[in-house]
Structure formats: structure tokens, C-alpha cells
């Protein structure tokens, strides 16, 4: 016995030495200079970003869909004015849903911010617009493809009980493919709020740029890194939970 304690003294100080270090690097990650109040406003600074640009990529990829959707099933000739217009608004969007899907989301951020937003230096405005733009592509798909899944027997049927185009896409199609695209839809969100993480490129204060910045000044990168990482598990399991919630209620109106 005598000779193992030099072996169990050794261990025993060499783990009171970890626990010692862990505490430490703790200390400098959320205490030291509170820190921890970094983390809030990197949590609210990629919230905010967040918001407004689903905001953004709802309102656009509605408007993208329903002029595809409306394409795809009324105007494949242009037999009038009005047929043209939609024709040339495809393409229009065509164009945009390919360039956006086709280039990486953090090239987009710094092109709105390096250039189109050169004079300005609004940060987080060109990220708002850059995630925004980049999302509504995304819904825009997603949307449309919820659209196309309706039985087209079920416009007929609007128009024979007096229903204009419009007056059934709002009342009766959109609705139905609201219930259908809603998972596709969250998960748009989940990767939305995922994303925000590139606007630490242009030097926006969110919860990734936190996270190194506190990583740069400590020297440590455990904390300050799985911090973030709990961070956004917690955002995305929360709105994982309502998403699952409001697809319940859905279903349950049906009945």
C-alpha cells in the first residue's frame, strides 16, 4: 500500500488540478469582465437578424410562388396582356430562385454588405436583407410546391360556386397547402436561425462572433464555443416544440 499512495496522491492532485482549470477557464468565459452579458446580446442580435428576415423570406417567397404557381398553371401561353406579364414575372423569378440557390449564403452576405451596402456600413441591415432574400428563395419552393399539390379539381369546383383566381388561392388553396408545407416550413426557420452564424464575416456581434471574440481574449475555446453550441440547440429545440405544437392544432381542426 505504501507504495501505490505516491500513485493515488498523484491522481488525486492531478484531478484537483482539472477541476481547478475547469473552474478557471469558467470563470474567464462568463464571469471575468462579465462576459456573460456577451452571450445575451449575441443571442438578441441573431434573434433580431432572424425575425426580420423570415419576416422577409415569408412575405417574398409567398409572392414567388404564387406567381410561379400561377404560371405553371394558367399562363403557358400568352394569349393576352396579362399572360405576358406573368410569363416575363417567372423568369424574373426564376432567375432569382437559381443565383440564390446556386451561391453560398455567406458570399451573399458580404456582396450585400462589401458592396451594395458599401457606403452605408449597416451591418446588420445588409444581413437582415442577405438572409431575408437568401430564405425567400427557399420558400418560395417550398410554397409552390404545397400549391401544385392541390387537386386542380378543387379550383374548378371554386370557380363553378363563383370564386375568382385570387378569391381561391386565399380562401381555399393556400390553407390546405399551408398544412403541408408547414414541416418543410420549420425547418426553413431551424436553418434560417443556423445560418446567422455567417453574419460573424461582416463583423456583426452575434452569437458566433461572441463566441470567438471570448475564445480570442481567454485563450480558451471549450466554454466560450459549446456555449454557442447550447445556445443554438436551445433556440432550435424550442422552435422545434411550437412547430410540433401548431402541426397537433392543425390536424386536430381537420376532425
Request: aromatic fraction near 12%; proline fraction near 2%; charge should be positive.
Amino acid at each position: 500500500m505504501q507504495i501505490l499512495q505516491p500513485i493515488f496522491a498523484a491522481a488525486e492532485a492531478q484531478e484537483q488540478g482539472f477541476w481547478e482549470g475547469l473552474w478557471e477557464s469558467f470563470e474567464k468565459t462568463f464571469i471575468t469582465d462579465d462576459r456573460w452579458t456577451f452571450f445575451l446580446n449575441g443571442l438578441w442580435a441573431t434573434l433580431r437578424i432572424a425575425f426580420f428576415a423570415a419576416i422577409i423570406g415569408v412575405l417574398l417567397g409567398f409572392l414567388v410562388a404564387a406567381v410561379r404557381s400561377t404560371h405553371d398553371m394558367r399562363h403557358k401561353k400568352c394569349r393576352s396582356f396579362g399572360d405576358a406579364i406573368i410569363k416575363i414575372l417567372n423568369v424574373i423569378c426564376n432567375i432569382y430562385i437559381t443565383v440564390i440557390r446556386g451561391t453560398p449564403t455567406v458570399i451573399q452576405v458580404m456582396i450585400m454588405y462589401f458592396i451594395i451596402f458599401a457606403n452605408s456600413r449597416n451591418k446588420e441591415l445588409a444581413a437582415v436583407l442577405s438572409f431575408g432574400l437568401n430564405s425567400g428563395a427557399y420558400v418560395a419552393e417550398i410554397v409552390r410546391s404545397g400549391i401544385m399539390s392541390i387537386d386542380k379539381g378543387q379550383f374548378e369546383a371554386s370557380r363553378s360556386l363563383g370564386f375568382n383566381y385570387s378569391s381561391t388561392m386565399y380562401h381555399i388553396i393556400l390553407p390546405q397547402a399551408f398544412k403541408n408545407i408547414l414541416p418543410a416550413l420549420g425547418n426553413e426557420f431551424i436553418v434560417l436561425i443556423k445560418e446567422t452564424s455567417v453574419a460573424a464575416y461582416v463583423g456583426i456581434a452575434e452569437l458566433t462572433y461572441v463566441g470567438n471574440l471570448i475564445r480570442s481574449r481567454t485563450y480558451e475555446a471549450f466554454f466560450p464555443l459549446i456555449a454557442v453550441a447550447l445556445i443554438y440547440l436551445a433556440i432550435v429545440m424550442l422552435l422545434s416544440f411550437l412547430l410540433k405544437r401548431l402541426e397537433r392544432r392543425l390536424r386536430s381542426s381537420d376532425h
